[in-house]
């Protein structure tokens, strides 16, 4: 008998379907939740990992990963609101929790032991004690500091941000082995503080993203990229973190994986499907990189950055050529902002039929993507 491989990551937060809606027209609808996309990330890079998600009898995707169904419950729902003004700001959407699934609780969790686990909620359904649940079967947190201070508005379900000192989950910050934030959440935590304690990691955009630790600092290029739309792009990121640091490499270079996916990740409507040529592309290059490093340790006692790994920029460098498509093998993948494809025509309830999904596209797509 053939004994199962060991599970070596844990993700924990629901899976949602998400709303785009422009100009007060739906353009989009798609599965959401930052488990999905991360698991768009490690399922290309072959990372063995648990999904603890919940969602109502509506849920409407049929999916790699099968989710815990609450009969009474249903699939946690956003709308994200776009104007034609907000591409000019910073702020460029309005998000609405519409409806809110079960939240997942520490029974919810196996009883399995993980290298990585990663808390990833997006509607409040992460609690204090679920994540010290976490913290006991897992070798290493990752938190998503979204998962902690979202709060939602008791009328409209408007998403709005509060400290993270004012929550349950202040106390096991100590706890955790990375926090990441976006360059907008960043404020409701007090970085300085918790790098004493975590590596915490802020995403910027076409900025790319710091990496803070308790006597270091360093800023990881990021790749170029048109956006399209920014869903999900955080949650990309932190896929490519971990699944860099599951393959053996030091944090920088994990932190430019997680830049680039996430670069992929704006390009698209929704979940990206990510062209498998690519993908087998950033595996070798992922594969030579932790072979290299295995092999060298070293660090230059004179570098200003004593962070930053021999050769960084070259695996930049490499990342950034396996971006690139040839022109003769490109297929369109992703939809188009300006349309509306109804994505949810055909619900899962009651007999109806679930809608296919795979997020590896087995036909190339265009990597260079066009503006809306």
């Not at 629901?14 to 490690?42: P, Q």
């Not at 099968?66 to 910073?90: C, G, M, N, W, Y």
């Not at 790098?195 to 910027?204: A, I, L, Q, S």
């Not at 990510?274 to 595996?283: A, E, G, M, W, Y």
């Amino acid at each position: 008998m053939v004994k199962e491989a060991k599970e070596q990551c844990l993700i924990v937060g629901n899976y949602c379907h998400d709303v785009l809606i422009k100009d007060d027209v739906v353009i989009a609808e798609s599965l959401g939740g930052a488990a999905s996309f991360i698991s768009a990330v490690f399922d290309g890079l072959l990372i063995s990992s648990n999904y603890i998600s919940k969602v109502g009898p509506d849920f409407a995707y049929a999916f790699n990963h099968r989710p815990i169904i609450k009969p009474l419950s249903k699939t946690t729902v956003f709308h994200a609101h776009f104007t034609t003004e907000d591409k000019r700001q910073r702020q460029d959407r309005i998000l609405k929790r519409v409806t809110a699934c079960d939240p997942v609780n520490p029974s919810d969790l196996p009883n399995s032991k993980f290298d990585y686990g990663m808390a990833v909620g997006v509607g409040g359904e992460i609690l204090p004690e679920t994540l010290e649940r976490m913290i006991d079967i897992c070798k290493v947190v990752f938190v998503d500091i979204q998962a902690l201070i979202r709060v939602f508005d008791p009328v409209d379900g408007t998403v709005s941000l509060v400290h993270l000192n004012e929550t349950g989950f202040w106390p096991l910050l100590k706890k955790i082995g990375f926090l990441k934030a976006s360059a907008e959440e960043a404020p409701y935590v007090d970085v300085e503080e918790a790098r004493k304690w975590c590596c915490v990691v802020v995403t910027k955009g076409k900025e790319g993203c710091t990496v803070y630790m308790k006597d270091d600092e360093l800023t990881v290029s990021p790749f170029v990229a048109t956006q399209v739309d920014p869903t999900g792009a955080g949650d990309s990121f932190l896929g490519g973190l971990v699944a860099g640091l599951v393959h053996g490499l030091e944090i920088p270079d994990a932190a430019l994986l997680g830049n680039f996916f996430g670069s992929l990740t704006v390009g698209h409507i929704g979940l990206p499907k990510f062209d498998s040529q690519l993908i087998q592309r950033v595996k070798d290059e992922v594969l030579k990189r932790s072979l290299q490093h295995f092999g060298s340790h070293e660090k230059q006692e004179d570098e200003p950055n004593r962070l930053k790994p021999l050769d960084h920029e070259e695996f930049l460098a490499a990342l950034s050529a396996a971006k690139v498509v040839p022109a003769n093998s490109i297929k369109e993948c992703k939809w188009d902002l300006n349309s509306s494809p109804g994505a949810l025509e055909q619900p899962v309830c009651n007999g109806h039929h679930r809608i296919p999904l795979n997020p590896v596209c087995e036909e190339s797509i265009n990597s260079v993507d066009s503006k809306p």
